[in-house]
């Protein structure tokens, strides 16, 4: 919610209805600056902010949906959404620097049709694993999603498997893998390669699950509980190994970058 006062935009927080401008907001790393609410955010962002100055080179660039199923109006969804996030699909994948340290980076953006997960999200989430295990680097993922994208029925449902199978690959070559979740990660996404990762991050209040609240609550006609599917109440189930907040995650990500530096680049593996 924004209110336009004369030259100033002033963002109302959803955390804590405290009244912020947006430059305040977006100096914060568009967190809010009272109590600390992380407003969504563009993989061009998260660019900004995570890597090395000019290192992240993108890959895998080309690729685009289709429509396999000839889903009513897909393509119309697709150009509409190519348009708002200036993207060709739900993620980006590229090699980067973080303090240093390199690694292959995948963002996915919410603004892309939810996040949702179709065979071009699944294929280049594969090829960044496969990258990560020819050419011995870490892997890091930025997940938000709100599932399998239902316009491309099966094929979206294969990506589940697809990107699973990748990451056995990986943890078979040892190879580092982390995810960072955020708001929100559910369905499809939450059942394949997010849950997949050595260790698996959260940002704060991030909703985490499979079926959602309102879906689990009409399911079951009972009230659930306080936070429940919130980052801090999945962390204190073990769903969730760290809570960080995005001022942290460069130093965090560096941190594990360099704790879990693998010794090899390449291998003799063909992909």
């Known amino acids: 919610m924004a209110n336009q006062n004369e030259e100033t935009i002033i963002e109302v927080c959803p955390g804590c209805g405290g009244q912020h401008s947006v430059e305040e907001i977006a100096s914060a790393l568009k967190t809010c600056p009272s109590c600390g609410y992380h407003y969504r955010m563009e ?52 090699c980067c620097e973080i303090d240093k340290h390199p690694a292959v980076l995948a963002l996915m953006s919410f603004s892309f049709m939810g996040g949702s997960m179709g065979s071009v999200v699944g294929e280049k989430i594969c090829q960044a694993m496969l990258k990560s295990v020819k050419e011995g680097l870490p892997l890091i993922v930025y997940a938000t999603s709100g599932g399998a994208r239902m316009q491309e029925g099966i094929f979206s449902l294969m990506q589940m498997a697809k990107t699973a199978s990748a990451a056995a690959e990986m943890d078979k070559a040892a190879v580092p893998f982390f995810t960072v979740l955020c708001d929100p990660v559910t369905g499809g996404v939450t059942a394949s390669f997010a849950m997949l990762a050595d260790i698996i991050i959260a940002e704060p209040g991030a909703l985490i699950g499979f079926a959602g609240p309102r879906v689990i609550e009409g399911t079951i006609h009972a009230k659930l509980p306080e936070g429940f599917q919130r980052a801090e109440f999945q962390r204190e189930r073990g769903f969730v190994d760290l809570i960080t907040h995005r001022r942290e995650q460069r130093s965090t990500l560096a941190s594990l970058l360099e704790l879990h530096s693998t010794k090899f680049r390449g291998s003799d593996s063909e992909y």
């Open 43 to 94: 993989p061009a962002e998260r660019i900004e902010y995570l890597c090395d100055k000019g290192s992240f080179a993108e890959f895998s660039s080309n690729l685009s949906s289709r429509n396999p199923i000839e889903f009513a109006a897909y393509e119309q969804k697709l150009s509409g959404a190519e348009e708002k996030t200036r993207m060709k699909d739900a993620v980006i994948t590229g």
